[in-house]
C-alpha cells in the first residue's frame, strides 16, 4: 500500500521521483492553460512560463491529461508531472473535491514504479487533502497476487511497482484536522482496494466459505462481531431463498453478520449485501461471452464489508451490521429448477421462473433477517441486473427506495463523495407481473424496466416500517475498459464510500 505523508518543505528543497502539479482550461473566452494554486514556487522557477511550455508540449489542462517536463534548476527532484484539472473553478477559487481526487488518482497511476512522489495540488483545506490523499491511495491500486512477480514484489502489466509514497504538499503533519484527513482517507483507501482485492480474486479462491473466513480474520483486528451461518444453520433456520441459489454447487453457501456497535451511538444502520462468489446463471445458463466477470457478481458484499471495518476503523458513534448473502449459483443435478418454490425465511414462498435472477433470492432471506433486528435504515448493494446497466450506463449506480427523502439523501451523499447515481422510481403497476398461481411471488415480472421490478421484489422483504434502499451497482462494480482517474481495471469497489457517507452523517446526526 502507498504510504502517505504530510510536508511543510518546500517543493525546491523536497527530495522526491517527482512533483504533481495541477493545470486548468483558462476560463470561457480566454486562451492558453492556467496553473492551479500550489504549484507557484515551480512556476516562479520557470520564470512564469511554465504553463506556456506546457501548452506548447501539448497539454490542454483536460480531466486524466499527463505531461511530463524536467524539473527546472535547483530542484531535488529530476521531473515535474502537470495533471489536467479541468475547467477552472468558479469565483469562489475552490477546485472540486472529485477532480482533484481523479487527478490524484491518474498522476499516481502515471508514477508508478517511483519511490516518492510530492504532491503539489491545491490543497486548501482539510476536504482537499482528504481528496488529494484518497485519489493517490486509489489510483496506485494494483493487483498482482497471481502473477509471478506477486506479493511483496508486485508489479503493474509494464514491470513496474505501485508508487510506494505520496507526500501531500501543503498538508501540516501535526495539524489535527489533516492528521485526521489523512486518517480517513487511508482507512477508506486501504479498505476499498481490499474490496477491489476480493472482487478481481478468482472464484476458485474466494467461494462462500473463504470469504467468510475473511470475514472473521478482519472481525478480529477490528473488535467486529462476527457470525457465520453454514449451510446447516441456514436449513435450521428456513433460508430458502440462499439455500436454493446454492444448491446447486459443491461450494455450501453462508450467511454473514458483522456487527460494529458503538457505546454512544443512537441510531442503527443495516447494510445488505449480494455476495454471488460466481454466477454461471444456474439451469438458466449464461449465454457465452457473459461468465468472463461473473467472479464480481460478490461485488455488493465487498462494499458492505468494507464499509463496516471503515466505520470500525474510524470510531463512528453509529451501530453498522453489514450482512454478506453468500453463494455460488452453478447448474448440477441439485441445483434449483426453473418452476421450482422456495420457501423464504420470511415465510413468503417465491415461484423461480429464471434461476439467473439469484441474487434478489439471497438478498430477500438477507434483507427479512436485517429487519428483524428492526434498524433505523437498511440499504441493500447488488450487482443486481443487466437492466440497470442499460439504463445507467457502465459509471452510475441506481438507487431506489421506499422513501424519497432517504433516497435523496443517498443520491446526495454519493455526490459528495465522487461516486456518480441516479435516483430510480419502484412503479406500482410493475408489481403485478410478478404475480404468481403457485407462490405468494414469481421472482421474474416484465422484461421492460427489469431493475426496477428487482427492486420491487426485494421491497418484498423489508419489514413494515423500516427506511430502506437498495443501490444496484451493476454498471460501475466491475471496469471492463481501460484505468480512468484513479478507477483501474476490474473491480472498483462501488459503494464504498457512500455508504461509510451515510455512516458518518448519521452517526453526526445529520441523516433522519
Known sequence: MTALTLSTAAAAGLRADAIVIGVTKSPKGGKGLAVAPGAEAVDSAYDGRLAGLLETLGASGAEGEVTKLPAPSGFKSPLVVAVGLGAQPDKDGEYDAEALRRAAGVAARALSGSKKAAFALPAADVAAIGAIAEGALLGAYSFDAYKENGGKNAKDKNGKAPLAEAAILGGKPRDKEHKAALERATAVAEELNRARDLINTPPNDLNPEAFAAIAQAAGKEHGIKVQV?????????????????GSGSASAPRLVKLSYTHSKAKKHLAFVGKGITY??????????GHNETMKCDMSGAAAVFAAVVVAARLGLEVNVTGWLALAENMPSGSAVRPGDVLRMYSGKTVEVLNTDAEGRLVLGDALWAASEEKPDAIVDVATLTGAMVL???????????????????????????????????????????MDSPTADIANMGERMGGGLVAGLFLREFVGEGITWAHLDIAGPAFNEGGPFGYTPKGGTGSGVRTLVRLAELTAAGDLG
Do not use: C, Q
Open 229 to 245: 451461518l453454514d449451510e446447516k444453520a441456514l436449513a435450521k433456520g428456513g433460508y430458502g431463498g440462499i439455500l436454493g441459489v
Open 279 to 288: 454466477d454461471s446463471g444456474g439451469i438458466s445458463l449464461k449465454p457465452a
Open 391 to 433: 439504463a445507467l450506463g457502465n459509471r452510475t449506480f441506481g438507487v431506489m427506495a421506499n422513501d424519497d427523502a432517504f433516497r435523496t439523501a443517498i443520491v446526495e451523499a454519493s455526490e459528495e463523495v465522487g461516486e456518480e447515481s441516479w435516483p430510480m422510481p419502484l412503479p406500482e403497476h410493475l408489481r403485478k407481473g
